[in-house]
């Protein structure tokens, strides 16, 4: 979807691959919030009387992503500004009451910092519920305070963000590499001189048994545990343990296409809405006249809804049989899921919202992603686990890599960091030309 203008890798992998990119839009204070049954522009969030939290004096007139701000700032004064290695610092360092950061709950440390009103603002209104779980409150300061930083810009590649991985994909075949997607590896097993062999199974369920030198495994915590299950060599009580410091949160996404953009006539031209009830975050696309060599006169447009925690689960609940056991994949919405996004969405926006002409629902519950988004637990230690999971056996060619333990997760930029990390400590390349000695590289 998008990336962060300040990522250290993605705005210049992006450049170096000349792929055109886009502003991506967060709207205006005229886009809507609706909390509590009250209704309101998000640039009312200025007029305390509007909003529906009884703030203190300290509090009232911020917006959610404010507040948040200064309940990590209570903790970490520079935390929208620093650098990633200046992060990587704070980790080892920063304490509150005597106890690093690390030690302690994200949830534990809001609560303290803010008022009772002013944590439920910023857990109703940010719009991620899974991101005011009591995760390890260190990592999570990091994660938030790039992402919500005052006039943070983001970007997008035309065309969609699916052209980097694409763009990567093809740069790799060009090179010799082979790429065989639907061939999962379900054992992993040590072979003479430091080798490692993959059995990898085929669409039709046939075995076949690959050798390499060195294999790096980029996949999260929850596909990686079922190998480990199958793999007696992995089972070592060391990966396990390092396995264990991230959780997990289930996320979805629905897309209802409309025959216009029904929301222009509210004043909204991008961004998202944000509401307590499940339909929690809704962004607005452009119609389909917009896009590079579309008809200009068609007015067709786009509305997407992100769940992630509990509103994840109620919109599961419509989902078939399949949805709940089988591996992600696009589905078409069941009626009802429609009939109820639809009556959210006009209680959302004050207005008889039309039915979708088209609308499709992915989960990305089950394997062979098994969740969402992954954060680090309270007491994990980053700068410990990830360096270890680039060589857990001493001898043996087998590196753990990806997002899933990364700093700031759950971002494209975060499974690079990693990458970038592995590629120059264990195999000892050099930064690519395009990216500055020492930057956008995990610890
Ligand atoms: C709803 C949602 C929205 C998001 N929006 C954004 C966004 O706007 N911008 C952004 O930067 N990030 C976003 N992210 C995060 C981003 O998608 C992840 O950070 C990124 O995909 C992680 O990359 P990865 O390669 O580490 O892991 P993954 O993308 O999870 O890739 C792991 C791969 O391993 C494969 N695999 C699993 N098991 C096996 C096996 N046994 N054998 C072989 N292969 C296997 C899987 O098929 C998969 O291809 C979003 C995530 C979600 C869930």
New binding site residues.
Partial sequence: ???LQTQEIVPRLVSALKLPYVPFSHGSGQNLVYLRGVRFRERQYADPAVVPYPLPADEAGKTPAQLMLRGIRTYIPRAATMTSAEWEQAKKTASYNGQLLADQGFWNLMQRALSPEGFDLVADGIGYPTLFENWNAAEQMQALAGDFAPGAAYFTTRGG?QRLPLTLGTMARQAGAAIHLQH???GVEPSPGGEVSLTVQSPGGASTRVTARHVIM???SD?LA??VERSPFLQDAKLAAAMATVGTSP?S?MFLAFDKPWWSALGIAGGSSITDLPIKRCWYFGTEGQQPGANPASKHSLLMC?NDLSPAGYWNGYEPAPAFTGPPAPRASPRPLVASAVEQLSELHGMKVPDPYWSGFID?QN???GN??HCWLVHARSWEVIPYLRRPFDGIGLSIC???WSPAQ??????LTTTEGLLQSTFGYRPPPWLPEGMGIST
């Fill in positions: 979807m998008r990336f963000y999962p590896v379900v980029a996949i999260p596909p079922r190998i996320a996404k992100y990305w394997l062979p992603y969402g988004f990806g997002d899933c759950n971002w494209i930029e975060s499974g």
